[in-house]
């Protein structure tokens, strides 16, 4: 019988990607095995609770919405996520997978969409992005750049151009207290960037609370 070590389940608004602001369950899947250094999630790298996948389908069912988030934490370094995964997409749910992009996602349910976040160098874990992921993203998938400085933004710029990533499914945002918004908007402004500017929704309203 599978289980999964789960740090939360909530409902909430969506705070980012291009589902931004659509009531959404979160499963928080705890463990993670890197550490960003703007991480606002540290509270998921230990503890948590096993449940199994069969109980935590019946909690999202409870909850009578469309959108779930499978996010950490690293969700895919629990083993049974994959199989979460299918049997939320089996149920009907339109599922979104967060993942820090350091874990093979080519084997994933093809009706998941993945929001892969690419590590800059201000996080402390750019040498850990597997650059193959991005082979097996489809137009429906989204990539997440979090940057935290000029030099980040700039880093950020080259794996655009080298990758050929552009449009509205590629998405930059500011790390929160070490980079201000305004001043990322500008720069994309500026470069003409063909990407996404994004806030992130959920702290705009809530602030650091962890679940709402």
Known sequence: MSFLKVSEIFLSLQGETTRCGLPTV??????????????DTEYAFTGGTNFKLAEIL???????????????????????????????CDAGFSVNLETGGMLDISGL????????????????EHTKNMWENLQALTNKDEVKFVLASRNDYEWSKEILEKYQLKGPNI???????????????NWIIKDRLNVR???????????DEKAR
Not at 26 to 39: D, E, H, K, Q, Y
Not at 113 to 120: A, F, G, H, M
Not at 197 to 207: M, S, T
């Open 58 to 88: 019946e909690k999202v069912k409870s909850y009578n919405i469309q959108y779930v988030t499978v996010t950490g934490g690293e969700p895919l370094a629990q083993k049974s996520t994959p199989l979460l995964l299918e049997m939320l």
């Open 171 to 185: 998405l930059l945002s500011a790390a929160i207290g070490r980079l201000e918004p305004l001043q990322l908007a």
């Open 197 to 207: 500017f994004q806030l992130q929704l959920h702290k705009v309203l809530w602030g």
């Open 109 to 124: 349910d093809p009706r998941v969409n993945v929001t892969l976040d690419i590590k800059p160098p201000d996080s402390g």
């Open 26 to 39: 979160f499963i928080r899947l705890s463990g993670c095995p890197l550490r960003c250094v703007w991480c």
